[in-house]
């Protein structure tokens, strides 16, 4: 079983960036899609972002496409998502979750969760 955990959240003013990194531990990182999720208050869980085991597929949600990018890197155990151009609408808390499947954006086909960092973008 695969551990996460996030870090990297903070308070950014509209137009900025952050990184978000998540450490896996467990031999098979490597082998699985991974995926960002986010949770602002009072609304559901959204798929913001995910990446194929090798990294070479990666898919996003449209209200981030063109100003994130998820990636990783295998040999550190590690997914991360770049963040620009950041809005006030992005403020959440963002989960990264791992999955035995294909990259999608359902949640309930990830089976492994982090405790997820707070990102805060003012206006």
């Known amino acids: 079983q695969v551990q996460l955990v996030e870090s990297g959240g903070g308070l950014v003013q509209a137009g900025g960036s952050l990184r978000l990194s998540c450490a896996a531990s467990g031999r098979t990182f490597s082998s699985l899609t991974m995926g960002w999720f986010r949770q602002a208050p009072g609304k559901e869980r959204e798929f913001v972002a995910a990446v194929s085991w090798s990294g070479g597929n990666t898919f996003y949600a449209d209200s981030v496409k063109g100003r994130f990018t998820i990636s990783r890197d295998n040999a550190k155990n590690t997914v991360y998502l770049q963040m620009n151009s950041l809005k006030p609408e992005d403020t959440a808390v963002y989960y990264c979750?791992?999955?035995?499947?294909?990259?999608?954006?359902?949640?309930?086909?990830?089976?492994?969760w982090g405790q997820g960092t707070q990102v805060t973008v003012s206006s």
């Open positions: 979750a791992a999955s035995p499947r294909s990259p999608r954006s359902a949640g309930w086909a990830y089976d492994t």
